[in-house]
Nanobody, 113 residues
Framework: VQLQASGGGSVQAGGSLTLSCTAS????????MGWYRQAPEKEREWVAT???????NYADSVKGRFTIDRSNAKNTVYLQMNSLEPEDTAVYYC????????WGRGTLVTVSS
């Protein structure tokens, strides 16, 4: 199984970024997928989930600002992040929460005030 996130970068507060995570090694379309993040010196936390049917759920801290989406044709899950805040600074990862594969490559998002 490989999970490779990309699309991170440095933005100012209020800016936007779109992250992508491409998966391989399992049947992507059958899995609920999620985004997670780990800020410096903090535990990894859940951010958002999308089921195989497209139902979504968000952590309260990102609700209304982030949107999770997926392309089963591309084995890719996306995270559109708007109105970014310094507190969103973290390394972002994707995974399948009901399977919890080994964590793959994350992507760093840095939001400056």
């Amino acid at each position: 199984v490989q999970l490779q996130a990309s699309g991170g970068g440095s933005v100012q507060a209020g800016g936007s970024l779109t992250l992508s995570c491409t998966a391989s090694g399992f049947i992507f379309r059958t899995k609920t997928m999620g985004w997670y993040r780990q800020a410096p010196e903090k535990e990894r936390e859940w951010v958002a989930t999308i089921t195989r049917d497209g139902n979504t759920n968000y952590a309260d801290s990102v609700k209304g600002r982030f949107t999770i989406d997926r392309s089963n044709a591309k084995n890719t899950v996306y995270l559109q992040m708007n109105s970014l805040e310094p507190e969103d600074t973290a390394v972002y990862y994707c995974n399948a929460p009901l399977s919890m594969y080994s964590w793959g490559r994350g992507t760093l998002v840095t939001v400056s005030s």
